[in-house]
């Protein structure tokens, strides 16, 4: 399988400071999560025309109705391995996995055309920058119009019928008037809702939300992130929450992946990751991450930096920043092992360790 994929805006903090849910894992009264629509087994993808493997190992699903966040600093490798999920072209990037599969479909060896049909169906996604995925000399109602009447073959009064419905189901306020809007006559968060209305237009199994909210204000954040968990919830979707914000992707996920340098360094249920963490990594990002405190400001940063692609260490890639470092975590490469129910980490010492809330003081 061969897929590509381009690199994401940098992040832009939300300086804004503003009520947020307290954060811990799925909402009550979700339903339980149903069929894989994603499963993902060995995912390893490359940059510099293969020179390079920046995502490496990477395995998981996404169940109807589930979320599931990965989360990680920028560089981490969370939007090669979503774009790798969207089959998303960008030069010199391949990936490839032992399985790719969309609710039946084998994604693995797909062409372009095929990919661009699942990605106007049962594949959608929104990403950081609402704006530049759409075209500014059209009014955003046909941007969305239009490939219902080509996929979903609605003629044209059916196409606006539809349309502004789906405009009213994202939340946007006069839904009519909206239709008739170009991109530049709306705000950041109003445009997310279109790609948000657009990308569940087709009636998707997976929507993949890559950042989906950095770029907004904290009170519009919010409001987007309630959306995509009542989204998901009415509609039964898988949703794939990509943020390098830890607090942002706990308030919505039913699981986690933690990313450090490519790898995924711990997997869990949300509530049970930030309870409890079972990796160094998890545990100094739920640290900077202000979980449940409703004024937060810009994100502090962990010390030091990630390995670039490449250059990590052949022993734990985090060890060089990681407080509980042994010299047996150096050397040989730490492999991902189950870790009790439905958990799993990357960690050499994760037996002898107690992190997070629970860890002693004198540790
Ligand atoms: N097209 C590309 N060519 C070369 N290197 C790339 C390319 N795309 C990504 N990379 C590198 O691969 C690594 C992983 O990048 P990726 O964009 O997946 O990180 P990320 O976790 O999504 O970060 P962010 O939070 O900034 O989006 C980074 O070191 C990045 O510089």
Redesign the pocket.
């Known amino acids: 399988m061969s897929a590509t994929?381009?690199?994401?805006d940098?992040?832009t903090r939300p300086a804004a400071a503003a009520e947020r849910p307290v954060p811990g894992g799925p909402v009550s009264g979700q339903p339980v999560p149903g069929r894989p629509v994603l499963e993902v087994e060995g995912l390893r993808?490359t940059?510099?025309r293969g020179r390079?493997e920046?995502?490496r190992e990477v395995s998981f699903t996404v169940r109807a109705g589930e979320a599931v966040g990965l989360v990680?600093?920028?560089?981490?490798?969370?939007?090669?391995?979503c774009?790798a999920v969207l089959g998303l072209p960008?030069?010199?990037?391949s990936a490839t996995a032992d399985t790719l599969d969309l609710g039946g479909t084998d994604l693995l060896g797909l062409d372009g055309p095929g990919w661009q049909r699942l990605r106007g169906s049962r594949l959608g996604a929104v990403f950081q920058d609402p704006g530049s995925y759409l075209n500014p000399s059209l009014t955003v109602g046909r941007q969305l119009a239009e490939p219902l009447r080509a996929h979903g073959g609605l003629n044209r009064t059916e196409a606006r019928r539809r349309a502004v419905e789906l405009f009213d189901s994202v939340g946007l306020r006069d839904p009519e008037a909206v239709y008739d809007r170009y991109p530049h006559e709306l705000s950041g968060g109003m445009l997310q809702r279109v790609l948000i209305a657009i990308a569940v237009g087709g009636d998707p199994d997976l929507l993949v939300a890559?950042?989906a909210t950095t770029a907004l204000d904290t009170v519009v954040q919010a409001e987007v992130l309630d959306l995509l968990a009542r989204l998901r919830t009415e509609r039964g979707l898988g949703l794939l929450l990509?943020?390098?914000d830890l607090a942002v992707v706990a308030e919505v996920t039913d699981r986690l992946l933690v990313?450090y340098a490519?790898e995924v360094v711990e997997d869990g249920p949300t509530a049970e990751v930030v309870a409890s963490p079972a990796h160094p990594y998890t545990e100094a990002l739920l640290a900077v991450a202000g979980l449940g405190d409703h004024r937060r400001g810009p994100l502090p940063v962990i010390p030091g930096h990630p390995p670039?692609?490449g250059e990590a260490p052949t022993g734990c890639r985090f060890a060089p920043r990681c407080e509980y470092a042994a010299e047996a975590c150096t050397g040989a490469p730490v492999a991902l092992l189950p870790r009790g129910e439905g958990r799993a980490v990357r960690c050499r010492r994760a037996d002898e360790l107690t992190l997070g809330p629970e860890r002693p003081a004198t540790t």
């Not at 994929?5 to 994401?8: A, F, G, V």
């Not at 990680?72 to 391995?81: D, F, H, N, Y």
Request: proline letters at 6%; aromatic letters at 2%; charged letters at 15%.
């Open positions: 994929t381009s690199t994401p940098l992040d993808v940059v510099g390079t920046a995502v990680g600093e920028s560089g981490s490798g969370k939007t090669l391995t774009r960008a030069a010199g990037v890559d950042e990509v943020s390098h990313f490519g670039a692609p």
